[in-house]
């Protein structure tokens, strides 16, 4: 089966967060930047291991400059069998959609795999919007997928629980926690990585709807108040008279 | 032009989240000096209820299939279309993500999810303040198109019930059959889902296996809570990965969190710092956790949470 992974590039997660331009633009300055863990550990690794049983191959797809070549060789280094670049910035959710659902007219895949989110923007668009303008189903926030027949079985998150849908191929799967485990890529594989193709292809014409015009840190805690461990009814009272919380 | 919310329900009755879109939706609509138009999909016994919390209009679409992105989303559109609402808004909860993103690209809108605050209005902009990097900082957007799609955070909006109940118009429809066949529901009962809870109790390493989580249990159970971890826990399946509460899990806002045992690493705090109240429990006073806390007790967990469990049981009677 052919499968589709659409990875972003996002800042590693203990990067520092900063801003520049007026606190208009992120500062990249010295940040290491990583494949968002939701699609490197979920959805990639899924995708390999479907590959690995059933045959067929994995491509994985980023939209972005040269300098994310970086995170697509990790991605073939970790087990996917090439790789396609949009060459465009990626601005806004609906514009990366564009580019990948203008990338799916020309090449047909059974699954498409997105991280449920980024761990920048924390958005969850780009997998629906890519469904809708592909006119595929959309299945969100996916914990578990295995294959039967020209069908998936996937288990969806819900409020408090789990809904196991039947969904038939091809169609647009969104991962969460619990869809795969985190694989490190060994010597082999980043030495064979050097060898898969990665394409560069031109990215589309695309319209910005939405722009950032400010960015904030979040307020400093005042400091913390400490509570004697004896005396845990001081905490209590706390928590009810001074926090109001229970 | 007007503002179309969905109001999503479980069993029949609507969600708290719904209700938070609904306000939130009403406040928007009082800046823009618009209607605010609530939408219920199915059966829903207290649809009428939306009026109270600013709801000018509340329509149902009678609907007895399951839930599926394609259905919701052809109702949405066809229903903002059908009302002339350029604006509509959404709870960020689970099904509000499923419909989001293909909403958005439907309508080709301007998209925003993760929204924290009512908007401002500038010359038919909107400006919509979304936390971004996991909770590690906020940024404002500018959205520039004639249609808008926004989504909430669920627990960042607090809602009021001062208005009054209207009559709900029910509405009629042609949908699309649902292109995902559910095959069964599992679900906890009466069980919050982690994003949308108030109280949240977590556990890190500190605790050090899973036969010790029963003290964490019962001041989850005397506070009415829900279970969190760190991630190496749910790593080491001490804990199911559906409680992983960080960076790379679950990202949450309760009003109260009490940490136990737990550190506190960056890819953690960024998961919760944006919780109003943050209690640590940890033995080591050097644990970075401390820094990030309202309140913070230097102890052996398994001394202090038993004596925590006991004086909130007194209070509580």
């Known amino acids: 089966m052919e499968i589709l992974v659409c990875i972003s590039k996002t800042p590693d997660t203990t990067a520092k967060i900063g801003f520049v331009d007026d606190n208009t633009k992120y500062d990249e300055q010295g940040v290491q930047f990583i494949m968002n863990p939701f699609d490197e550990f979920y959805a990639l690794v899924r995708a390999i291991e479907l590959k690995e049983s059933l045959g067929g191959n994995v491509t994985v797809l980023n939209v972005g400059p040269a300098a994310n070549d970086i995170i697509i060789r990790k991605a073939l280094a970790i087990g996917a069998d090439k790789a396609v670049r949009i060459d465009a910035e990626p601005k806004t959710a609906l514009s990366v959609a564009h580019q990948i659902s203008s990338f799916l007219k020309d090449n047909s895949f059974d699954l498409i795999f997105f991280g449920k989110e980024t761990i920048d923007y924390n958005g969850s668009e780009v997998g629906g919007m890519v469904a809708e303008l592909a006119g595929l189903p959309f299945i969100s926030n996916a914990s578990q997928l295995e294959m039967d027949g020209t069908s998936a079985l996937i288990n969806r998150d819900i409020e408090g629980g789990v809904e196991k849908l039947k969904v038939s191929l091809p169609c647009v799967v969104a991962a969460s926690k619990g869809m795969a485990e985190q694989r490190i890529p060994n010597m082999r594989g980043i030495m064979m990585a050097k060898k898969k193709p990665l394409d560069v292809v031109a990215g589309v014409a695309t319209e910005d709807l939405v722009e950032i015009t400010n960015y904030e840190l979040p307020k400093e805690k005042q400091g913390v108040k400490l509570v004697d461990p004896e005396n845990m009814d001081e905490l209590v009272r706390l928590l009810s008279e001074e926090a109001k919380i229970i | ?317």
């Not at chain 2, 032009?1 to 719904?18: E, P, R, S, T």
């Not at chain 2, 649809?47 to 009678?62: E, F, H, T, W």
């Not at chain 2, 992983?244 to 960056?266: C, D, E, F, K, M």
């Open chain 2, 1 to 317: 032009m007007n503002i179309l919310v969905f109001a999503d329900h479980l069993n029949g009755k609507l969600k708290k989240n719904a209700f938070e879109a609904v306000y939130y939706a009403s406040q928007t609509a009082k800046k823009l000096a618009v209607n605010c138009i609530a939408v219920t999909v199915g059966n829903v016994e207290n649809s009428k209820d939306l009026g109270k919390c600013g709801a000018s209009r509340v329509i149902n679409v009678p609907y007895t299939g399951n839930f599926s992105t394609n259905v919701y989303v052809a109702i949405l559109a066809e229903l903002a279309d059908k009302t002339g609402s350029d604006v509509i808004i959404l709870s960020g909860d689970l099904n509000g993500k499923a419909i989001h993103g293909s909403l958005a690209a439907r309508l080709n809108a301007g998209s925003i999810a993760g929204v924290i605050e009512v908007p401002e209005a500038d010359n038919g902009d909107l400006i919509v303040k979304k936390g971004v990097f996991s909770g590690k900082a906020f940024a404002d957007h500018k959205i520039h198109s004639a249609k808008k799609v926004i989504s909430i955070v669920p627990n960042a909006i607090s809602f009021e019930l001062g208005g009054a109940e209207v009559e709900v118009e029910t509405m009629e429809i042609s949908c699309p059959a649902p292109n995902v066949e559910v095959l069964s529901v599992e679900r906890v009962e009466g069980k919050v889902p982690l994003p949308e809870a108030e109280i949240v109790v977590s556990g890190g390493r500190g605790l050090k296996g899973p036969e010790n989580w029963g003290i964490l249990e019962e001041l989850g159970q005397i506070l009415g809570g829900e279970m969190a971890c760190s991630r190496p826990v749910s790593d080491v399946d001490w804990r199911p990965h559906s409680e992983h509460v960080g960076q790379t899990g679950i990202v949450i806002r309760p009003n109260l969190y009490i940490a136990v045992g737990i550190s506190g690493a960056i890819q953690h705090l960024a998961g919760v710092n944006n919780s109003k109240v943050i209690v640590v429990i940890n033995k080591d006073p050097e644990a970075p956790f401390f820094k990030a806390a309202d309140y913070g007790v230097v102890g052996d967990l398994f001394e202090v949470v038993p004596r925590l469990n006991e004086a909130l049981r007194k209070y509580k009677s």
